[in-house]
């Protein structure tokens, strides 16, 4: 299994950019497929992008298309999270998740967050105006 572990966040402006890193502990992380969720306060945990376990396809929120670009590293074990031009509505807790998978599978069932098995403690996003 694997035990993902965010960094990255904090307090940017309006058209700003930040690095979100997923660290992944375990031997085998090339084989799970990675997400990146977020969730703002009083609204439910939502799909940020995602991206098969060899990195040959991602998949992103309509909301976030064209300015974050989701990658991995699979000799670091660690997934990664560009977010560019980015806006006040971007604000909110960014969770790291995975599942086990070396297998392609719908762009929607990327999306579910129940599709997901390993969820980190999340990193603070803050897009100030």
């Known amino acids: 299994q694997v035990q993902p572990v965010e960094s990255g966040g904090g307090l940017v402006q309006a058209g700003g950019s930040l690095r979100l890193s997923c660290a992944a502990s375990?031997?085998?992380?090339?084989?799970?497929?990675m997400g990146w969720f977020r969730q703002a306060p009083g609204k439910e945990r939502e799909f940020v992008a995602a991206?098969?376990?060899?990195?040959?396809?991602?998949y992103y929120a309509e909301a976030v298309k064209g300015r974050f670009t989701i990658s991995r590293d699979n000799t670091e074990n660690t997934l990664y999270l560009q977010m560019n031009s980015l806006k006040p509505e971007d604000t909110a807790v960014y969770y790291c998740?995975?599942?086990?998978?070396?297998?392609?599978?719908?762009?929607?069932?990327?999306?579910?967050?129940?599709?997901?098995?390993?969820w980190g403690q999340g990193t603070q996003v803050t897009v100030s105006s």
């Open positions: 998740a995975a599942f086990q998978s070396t297998t392609y599978y719908s762009g929607n069932y990327y999306k579910r967050p129940h599709s997901y098995d390993y």
């Open positions: 991206i098969t376990w060899i990195g040959s396809s991602s």
């Open positions: 375990g031997r085998t992380f090339s084989g799970y497929s």
